[in-house]
């Protein structure tokens, strides 16, 4: 059974971080890609940041580029996405994913995904 859990979502002032971890249980994360994706409401779901892992190579969206950082920890097949000079506009529920389907790392299709954590900037 996968389980994907994310936590450190929280209520944070403008210029603020953040740390978000995803921890992966039920599915070895290797040479894979993992992304963390948002959705705020009344909006579409957007990919924020993507790993490729066991390789390193990372993916962003021009809205998070340079102030958001996605990394791993494969030893505790934990992903995290810390999130720096946070703006209102961050606001959103995150989500992490794992299991690629198809497309591209960062706006793909995901087989697997966790209940997700608020990220609330004010």
């Known amino acids: 059974h996968v389980q994907l859990v994310e936590s450190g979502g929280g209520l944070v002032q403008p210029g603020g971080s953040l740390k978000l971890s995803c921890a992966v249980s039920?599915?070895?994360?290797?040479?894979?890609?993992m992304a963390w994706f948002r959705q705020a409401p009344g909006k579409e779901r957007e990919g924020v940041a993507a790993?490729?892992?066991?390789?390193?190579?990372?993916l962003y969206a021009d809205s998070v580029k340079g102030r958001f950082t996605i990394s791993e920890d494969n030893a505790k097949n934990t992903v995290y996405l810390q999130m720096n000079s946070l703006k209102p506009e961050d606001t959103a529920m995150y989500y992490c994913a794992a299991g690629l389907v198809r497309g591209s790392c960062l706006r793909g299709e995901y087989n697997h995904w966790g209940q997700g954590t608020q990220v609330t900037v004010s």
């Open positions: 790993i490729f892992t066991g390789g390193g190579a990372t």
């Open positions: 039920g599915y070895t994360v290797s040479r894979d890609c």
